[in-house]
């Protein structure tokens, strides 16, 4: 099951080796702690998987003297905490619990918006997202503009979920018996219902499913499904829409196979649609910029250790009129893409400021299975320039209601009343 939602981390067997990712990460991996967690649980996850805190039966040694300016000032404060939690705390203390939330508040407590920790149960879904498929039944869900239940806004073709039926508009009233959204004790909500029916290849779930007020079982196998992250049209004068819905696995190969079977049907110019999309990989955005770009320098970035490097163009290049879609949530690789393209005034950009991120992050898993997700170098444009609180201001900026944005995000937006697209429309037929 989708959610809409991803983020620019490192392909999983490079994680050694750090490889530039340029996501927004908020949106997936959200972190929800308190002051108290980031400021003093913040950095015991090491202490309580080498097993450095003991309970309180079996302490026998005094408390740490905290030293102002020692090095290991943090584990000291940290390790008299536990030891007053083990000796003194009435209710259960669950030691798992424990360490996520030391270390996600520890990563807190960096204070940048673009590190994060995700925890063992959920690390699986995380490199899932990075290949462009999962194990599911093939939906994206919302919970908005519904009071009871989780409507499904769209089916995957020819996926489990398409197969038995369900269509865009069902609500999902219940997993496997227990209710979603209902208002009771025991419902569950969006996120443990995506939970629950994602699962092991060729395993059932069943699902109480309303259907224009019809309400029945549908048990549903699930099995991997392909996310479309790119996908194309061709609209009128010619012009060949392709909507680019992140950066992952794959997405510079399938951008440049729609770019030339748009090409072979008689597009004349090409619309990039980058609208909430989140990044991903630096090398799948390099390779599609060295495709539409003449030589010259593509992304620069210097990382933890100062090292600079700067990836160049080749002298191919695609000349056509070009124009992108951007919106404020258009971040990170999908923001570079359309500075480059900008840059190199190879593009026009029309719709919203973006949001400006200028630091790139990898992932580094844990001994228990859980990871880390931090940032260790920084980025600019072709020219040097950096994205980072500004964000990139369109040739031609035009704003969308609150309205059209929703039904935007949740592909509800008809193309007649979408003024971003066809002003870019209007740009691309009318130079």
Request: aromatic share 8%; charged share 25%.
């Amino acid at each position: 099951m989708e959610n809409k939602e991803y983020e620019f981390k490192p392909l999983p067997e490079q994680a050694s080796r750090p490889e530039i990712r340029i996501v927004h990460i908020t949106k997936i991996w959200p972190v929800v702690l308190s002051a108290l967690l980031a400021g003093v649980l913040g950095f015991c996850l090491c202490l309580v998987l080498k097993g450095g805190l003991r309970s309180s039966q079996q302490s026998s040694t005094p408390g740490y003297v905290i030293k102002p300016g020692s090095q290991e000032l943090w584990q000291a404060k940290l390790a008299e905490i536990k030891q007053d939690v083990d000796r003194y705390f009435i209710g259960e203390v669950d030691e798992e619990k424990l360490a996520d939330a030391a270390a996600a508040g520890m990563i807190e407590g960096l204070g940048d918006e673009w590190s994060y920790y995700i925890p063992a149960d959920e690390y699986a879904s995380y490199l899932e997202s990075v290949t462009n498929s999962y194990v599911g039944i093939g939906v994206t869900i919302s919970a908005e503009n519904v009071e009871q239940g989780i409507e499904i806004v769209d089916v995957t073709p020819d996926s489990p979920a398409y197969q038995a039926g369900l269509e865009t508009g069902d609500l999902i009233l219940a997993v496997e018996g227990v209710p979603v959204l209902d208002g009771s004790e025991e419902a569950i909500d969006i996120n443990e219902t995506k939970n629950r029916v994602r699962g092991q290849e060729g395993t059932d779930v069943t699902l109480t499913v309303s259907h224009e007020g019809q309400v029945r079982d549908v048990t549903i196998t699930r099995a991997t499904i392909k996310t479309v992250n790119v996908s194309w049209e061709m609209l009128e004068d010619g012009v060949a829409y392709i909507h680019i819905r992140n950066f992952e696995q794959d997405a510079a190969q399938d951008s440049i196979a729609a770019i030339e079977a748009a090409r072979e049907q008689g597009a004349v110019s090409l619309l990039f649609d980058v609208r909430y999309n989140p990044g991903g990989y630096k090398h799948e955005l390099v390779k599609l910029l060295d495709y539409l770009l003449p030589e010259g320098p593509l992304f620069r970035s210097v990382d933890y250790s100062g090292r600079e490097n700067v990836d160049e163009s080749d002298a191919s290049c695609l000349d056509m009129p070009m124009a992108v879609l951007v919106n404020y949530d258009s971040y990170s690789a999908a923001e570079f893409f359309a500075a480059a393209l900008q840059e190199y005034e190879a593009a026009a950009i029309v719709g919203e400021q973006t949001y400006g991120k200028g630091r790139f992050q990898t992932a580094m898993s844990l001994s228990d299975g859980s990871a880390i997700n931090i940032s260790i170098g920084q980025y600019t444009t072709p020219k040097g320039v950096s994205l980072v609180g500004q964000g990139i201001t369109p040739d031609y900026v035009v704003e969308l209601s609150d309205e059209q944005k929703q039904d935007l995000y949740y592909s509800r937006l008809e193309k007649q009343d979408d003024d971003q697209l066809q002003k870019a429309i209007e740009v691309l037929t009318n130079p």
